[in-house]
């Protein structure tokens, strides 16, 4: 296993589209993480996963965002009707919640333009 | 509302000097990490400290958690071009039965040669 992936590692899209993310997670991690970083600011928790079930979703996430870990395996993450305010890059990581200090290991995210 | 503070947030030296960047919270962690993120990359793990009071080397970067787990610092010595980036701290909040980890807004370092 050679890490978290994501794809695509680029989208551009037009406002009003719809678009999805994968994240492929470590194989023996149970959590799962996505996470929206703009320039220069530190990554913002959007949600997070452990095994199928999603633990927390945050405040900030609209209902436009929607985040999926079907098998407790790789996760989805949808956007629709994008607005130019959801360009930034999305971050996914996972860990594994049984060890004593968990320890997030990042993707290369996906950065998302929309014009 | 920021659950963690960084400062300085932008930090511009000479290559050889030594600097501190700063971790700052008003809430306690079980665990506080530290990444470096690069330009068009996903934040690497540097280092993780638990107890307070803990001290971490890692080469020339020095990493101490405070006493009562709210705060860190980060120094470096010597500092070389390869350091340049942006420094994360993380930590993870209790919360019932589960943690989650959250991150500060960071510390952009760049080292001139």
């Known amino acids: 296993d050679t890490g978290v992936s994501q794809d695509p590692r680029h989208k551009i899209t037009k406002r009003g589209q719809n678009v999805t993310f994968r994240c492929d997670p470590i194989?023996?991690?149970?959590?799962l993480y996505w996470y929206r970083q703009t320039l220069g600011q530190g990554p913002e928790f959007l949600t997070y996963?452990?095994?199928?079930?999603?633990?927390?979703k945050s405040r900030l996430l609209s209902d436009r965002f929607s985040a999926e870990r079907p098998k407790g395996s790789f996760s989805t993450l949808e956007i629709q009707r994008t607005e130019q305010g959801d360009s930034a890059m999305y971050l996914c990581?996972?860990?594994?919640?049984?060890?004593?200090?968990?320890?997030?290991?990042f993707g290369s995210g996906t950065q998302l333009s929309v014009l | 509302t920021q659950l963690l503070e960084q400062s300085p947030q932008f930090l511009s030296i000479q290559e050889g000097e030594n600097l501190t960047v700063y971790c700052n919270s008003s809430s306690v962690f079980s665990s506080l990490q530290w990444y470096r993120q690069e330009p068009g990359e996903g934040p690497v793990l540097l280092v993780t400290?638990?107890?307070?009071?803990e001290v971490k080397k890692l080469k020339r970067l020095t990493f101490q958690f405070g006493d009562a787990r709210k705060d860190s610092s980060l120094h470096i010595t010597a500092a070389q071009p390869g350091d340049t980036g942006l420094y994360l701290c993380?930590?993870?909040?209790?919360?019932?039965?589960?943690?989650?980890?959250?991150f500060g807004p960071g510390t952009s370092l760049s080292v001139i040669p």
């Open positions: 990581a996972s860990s594994f919640s049984g060890a004593t200090n968990e320890k997030l290991f």
């Open positions: 194989s023996e991690h149970n959590r």
């Open positions: 400290v638990v107890t307070g009071g």
């Open positions: 996963f452990q095994n199928e079930a999603q633990l927390e």
């Open positions: 993380a930590g993870a909040l209790l919360k019932t039965s589960y943690d989650k980890v959250i």
